[in-house]
């Protein structure tokens, strides 16, 4: 074999081991669920339950408060990866550039190699056409701001706020930078929102610009004759795991897995462990099928 065909051989082999090899995906823990934890006690905690980061809120209550991102974002962000957990997306409330936190929040996790943000969310009212108009120009100066700093904001689909049913965001996104601005899918909102196949559609829109994916389930339950949604662990309600999962994989979707915990937990560590464990086997099967 003459030299030249070798190398041409040896690299075809290597990009199709590249392609063939699951991207490596980050699965997070929610600082939300255990606000008592100080920053190192917080990474060592997700540490020691196998995590590789943690979705850090910064956000009023949050483990770090919007107006002292500036000094306390760093000092958060240093003890928790000197635990050995990466801070690979924060958790904000941002819904405008005018917000006097927003360039704090943003050009610190820049300078830290954050890389995400999530957005707060706009409330639908009795004009959503108008509600969603409003979002698109705050999401505008938004994505404009993020796109300064080069970090990317991610857009959260949630009951009663726009972005809830997928086609009602993807105009307003499609216009803005995708280096800038793109989905934070959450399945369980989407199902709970889309039913059997609804959340299937919402996921295909937001799959070209997907950033981020949140983890958590629930199912329909009578509460004193009303029906509502009761969370639970992972697999034990109504999201389709095996087939979302599939659709991730068949896009080798890379970005931060955020796993939640809504349900009540005697131990939440213990809970987040099995959770945890859940989503890795899934992405297991999942990438390597």
Excluded at 91 to 107: C, F, K, M, Q, Y
Excluded at 158 to 173: I, K, N
Excluded at 182 to 192: F, H, K, Q, S
Aim: hydrophobic share 40%.
């Amino acid at each position: 074999m003459k030299r030249r065909e070798f190398l041409i051989g040896a690299a075809a082999a290597t990009a199709a081991m590249a392609q063939a090899r699951p991207p490596r995906v980050s699965v997070c823990f929610f600082s939300k669920h255990l606000p008592d934890l100080g920053y190192r006690e917080l990474g060592k905690t997700l540490h020691d339950a196998g995590f590789d980061g943690v979705d850090l809120t910064v956000r009023k209550g949050g483990h770090v408060l919007p107006e002292r991102a500036a000094s306390d974002l760093p000092r958060a962000v240093e003890e928790i990866r000197a635990a050995g957990v990466e801070v690979p997306m924060i958790t904000t409330e941002l819904t405008s550039a005018g917000d006097p936190s927003a360039r704090p929040i943003l050009s610190t996790a820049a300078r830290l190699r954050i890389p995400c943000f999530k957005l707060g969310y706009w409330r639908y009212g009795d004009d959503p056409l108008a509600d969603a108009a409003k979002a698109g120009g705050d999401l505008r100066e938004l994505a404009a701001l993020a796109g300064e700093f080069g970090i990317t904001a991610g857009f959260h689909n949630h009951p009663r706020y726009v972005g809830l049913a997928g086609w009602d965001s993807r105009p307003l996104l499609d216009r803005l930078d995708p280096k800038s601005i793109g989905y934070y899918y959450d399945a369980n909102n989407a199902t709970e929102e889309g039913g059997v196949m609804g959340w299937e559609v919402t996921l295909r829109l937001a799959l070209p610009r997907l950033k981020m994916v949140a983890c958590k389930d629930f199912y329909w339950s009578k509460v004193n004759g009303k029906w509502s949604t009761t969370a639970c662990p992972m697999g034990e309600g109504m999201v389709n795991w095996p087939r979302v999962f599939a659709i991730l994989a068949g896009a080798r979707f890379a970005g931060p897995i955020s796993v939640h915990q809504e349900y009540q937990a005697a131990d939440r560590t213990a809970a987040a462990r099995k959770d945890l464990e859940f989503v890795r086997t899934r992405l297991q099967a999942a990438y390597r099928g």
